[in-house]
């Protein structure tokens, strides 16, 4: 069943958070579902850009309705990643999306406010939820590059004026953490002081965190011994922090990194162990029963595992 992400939130709130994670193909949303219901927990769907482009808006909308077929018992909400306006009101006219993120976050602030109200404004009219975010995460948003230097931390006070201009859902708030696998050096970690500041202006509404892959240690050790290059010092958040960050009003946590490592570990492992298979369907069968374990996993760590029933029963 497809929900809004503001439903969602509302069940979710300061008792666990949601997992966000971002799907390109079929394996990954096989895997997806079935990691979900193995560990009884309500979830979002995010498509980027970039999915959108790579795998083509029918074939996605086509997988996900089919996975609702295959697994009945999903409750999800599917959701626009990092959308520009345009991308927004291309989902939110589709009629598929229950959700969409209006990312403005490189615009002056006033500018951010103006462009999220136009697309709270249309997302609202049909339903549709709508994450926006203030402040800036490091790394590599879609084509935007924000360096290190530049990454701003999300000022308390704009984030309540913001909100109570712009009329979004929830709001991504820039606690220190960036996309891709290299986000800290030595003892750095989130801001979770900070996170307390934000919610201490803005009680009760939902917070967003991206940038939450945690970039296992083993994982990219096992990527490196089957062929990879990365560098050993990437750094994640602390899988121990959800915790911390779910009283402090964060219920959406997004996922992408982490699912790609699971993907490289497995093909890269499976090819250098059998060198002269062609065959892509056995390291598929592999990843799609690993990126399933890792879902469980993660939605254990959200506290999201086994709350499927509470949910259900809190939408009637
Ligand atoms: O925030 C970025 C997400 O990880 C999506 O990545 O734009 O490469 O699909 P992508
Ligand atoms: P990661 O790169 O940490 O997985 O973050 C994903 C994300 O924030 C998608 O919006
Ligand atoms: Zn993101």
């Given at each position: 069943?497809?929900?809004?992400?503001?439903?969602?939130?509302?069940?979710?709130?300061?008792?666990?958070?949601i997992g966000a994670y971002?799907?390109?193909?079929?394996?990954?949303?096989?895997?997806?579902?079935?990691?979900?219901?193995?560990?009884?927990?309500?979830f979002?769907?995010?498509?980027?850009?970039?999915?959108?482009?790579?795998?083509?808006?029918?074939?996605?909308?086509?997988?996900?309705?089919?996975?609702?077929?295959?697994?009945?018992?999903?409750?999800?909400?599917?959701?626009?990643?990092?959308?520009?306006?345009?991308?927004?009101?291309?989902?939110?006219?589709?009629?598929?999306?229950?959700?969409?993120?209006?990312?403005?976050?490189?615009?002056?602030?006033?500018?951010?406010?103006?462009?999220?109200?136009?697309?709270?404004?249309?997302?609202?009219?049909?339903?549709?939820?709508?994450?926006?975010?203030?402040?800036?995460?490091?790394?590599?948003?879609?084509?935007?590059?924000?360096?290190?230097?530049?990454?701003?931390?999300?000022?308390?006070?704009?984030?309540?004026?913001?909100?109570?201009?712009?009329?979004?859902?929830?709001?991504?708030?820039?606690?220190?953490?960036?996309?891709?696998?290299?986000?800290?050096?030595?003892?750095?970690?989130?801001?979770?002081?900070?996170?307390?500041?934000?919610?201490?202006?803005?009680?009760?509404?939902?917070?967003?965190?991206?940038?939450?892959?945690?970039?296992?240690?083993?994982?990219?050790?096992?990527?490196?011994?089957?062929?990879?290059?990365?560098?050993?010092?990437?750094?994640?958040?602390?899988?121990?922090?959800?915790?911390?960050?779910?009283?402090?009003?964060?219920?959406?946590v997004?996922i992408?990194?982490?699912?790609?490592?699971?993907?490289?570990?497995?093909?890269?492992?499976?090819?250098?162990?059998?060198?002269?298979?062609?065959?892509?369907?056995?390291?598929?069968?592999?990843?799609?029963?690993?990126?399933?374990?890792?879902?469980?996993?993660k939605n254990?760590?959200l506290?999201s595992?086994?709350?499927?029933?509470?949910?259900?029963?809190?939408?009637?």
């Amino acid at each position: 069943m497809i929900v809004t992400t503001k439903e969602l939130f509302k069940v979710a709130y300061g008792q666990f958070a949601i997992g966000a994670y971002n799907i390109n193909n079929m394996e990954q949303c096989i895997g997806l579902f079935q990691g979900n219901l193995d560990s009884q927990a309500p979830f979002i769907i995010q498509i980027s850009k970039g999915a959108r482009s790579y795998a083509r808006v029918k074939m996605l909308e086509g997988l996900i309705n089919s996975a609702q077929e295959v697994f009945p018992e999903a409750i999800f909400a599917v959701h626009l990643d990092h959308g520009d306006e345009q991308a927004c009101y291309d989902c939110i006219d589709s009629g598929f999306y229950s959700s969409v993120m209006i990312d403005a976050s490189h615009f002056p602030f006033d500018e951010n406010v103006a462009i999220t109200q136009r697309v709270v404004e249309r997302a609202h009219a049909k339903g549709i939820s709508v994450e926006a975010e203030l402040g800036m995460l490091g790394g590599v948003e879609e084509d935007i590059k924000v360096d290190e230097k530049h990454a701003m931390l999300t000022d308390p006070d704009e984030a309540a004026t913001f909100v109570e201009r712009a009329g979004c859902d929830s709001l991504a708030v820039a606690i220190g953490t960036s996309h891709g696998a290299y986000k800290f050096k030595g003892r750095q970690g989130l801001h979770l002081e900070r996170l307390a500041e934000i919610q201490q202006r803005l009680p009760g509404f939902p917070l967003v965190m991206h940038g939450s892959s945690s970039v296992p240690r083993e994982e990219v050790e096992r990527i490196n011994a089957a062929g990879g290059a990365m560098d050993p010092s990437a750094r994640g958040v602390d899988e121990n922090e959800f915790a911390k960050a779910v009283p402090l009003g964060v219920t959406k946590v997004n996922i992408d990194t982490d699912g790609r490592l699971v993907w490289m570990r497995v093909h890269r492992e499976y090819f250098r162990d059998e060198p002269e298979k062609i065959d892509f369907r056995p390291p598929g069968k592999i990843f799609m029963a690993e990126y399933a374990k890792f879902i469980a996993h993660k939605n254990t760590q959200l506290g999201s595992a086994g709350r499927l029933a509470e949910v259900r029963e809190a939408l009637g």
